[in-house]
């Protein structure tokens, strides 16, 4: 696991994308420099490459200026994540450039724990049927593993959900809504070690995903009742 700041000192200019929200937001990394964050909502399959353009846009550089890209794989929505893998590995096949993948709520909580600091709290976005990811931080802002529970098995003490992440479950507790700006975030993540390196570009899914065999049969009309 590396922190931003890391990946920025080895490749120096690196594009982050994140679409884990309704609100699509894209930021490029220099090192030496001030960074570059554009964020708006609406449809991720075109803001995730007018805002990217929009950021080397402002630079004075091309696509081909960036050494590497870091990326949010969820939890959130899963369009928009896959949206953001897709785009990745597109321009990926066009020059190779190393891709790190981070989780959101992990993001989020480093930047709750230092705004509350000593308060343990779970942060949770919907993971739809009833269910819910979470992530519980202790007091000593220590974070425990990306959980997948439902509404009954969530833990005891405060919870906080990102904003603009959609939900469509409801929480029989109280819930507080915390930032998810990515330019407040990274500034307070910056030396975390976060972001881990990907082959391939993909969503996160606390399991891999199960198929049932179809085993083809020619249709017969019901038998008749005696």
């Given at each position: 696991m590396e922190s931003p700041a890391?990946?920025?000192?080895?490749?120096?200019c690196v594009l982050v994308l994140d679409a884990a929200s309704t609100v699509v937001?894209?930021?490029l990394l220099r090192a030496g420099l001030p960074p570059i964050w554009h964020k708006a909502d609406g449809d991720a399959g075109q803001l995730v490459f007018t805002l990217s353009a929009r950021c080397l846009k402002d630079a004075g550089l091309a696509t081909e200026a960036i050494g590497a890209f870091i990326y949010c794989d969820g939890p959130g929505s899963?369009?928009?994540?896959?949206t953001v893998a897709m785009a990745l590995r597109t321009w990926q096949v066009l020059r190779a450039r190393p891709a790190y993948a981070y989780h959101s709520l992990a993001?989020?909580?480093?930047?709750e724990q230092a705004r509350t600091p000593g308060q343990p709290f779970a942060l949770v976005a919907d993971a739809r049927r009833h269910s819910w990811h979470a992530l519980a931080v202790n007091a000593a802002g220590e974070s425990g593993p990306l959980q997948r529970l439902g509404t009954a098995e969530l833990p005891a003490g405060e919870l906080r959900t990102p904003e603009h992440f959609r939900a469509w479950s409801t929480l029989t507790r109280p819930v507080t809504t915390c930032g998810y700006d990515l330019a407040a975030l990274f500034a307070a993540?910056?030396?975390?070690p976060l972001c881990r390196m990907v082959d391939?570009?993909?969503?996160?899914?606390?399991e891999a995903p199960a198929y049932r065999q179809w085993?083809?049969?020619v249709h017969q009309a019901p038998a008749a009742k005696p």
């Open positions: 890391q990946i920025v000192a080895r490749h120096r937001q894209a930021g899963m369009l928009g994540t896959r993001l989020a909580a480093v930047a993540a910056e030396n975390s391939a570009p993909d969503v996160f899914q606390h085993t083809p049969a």
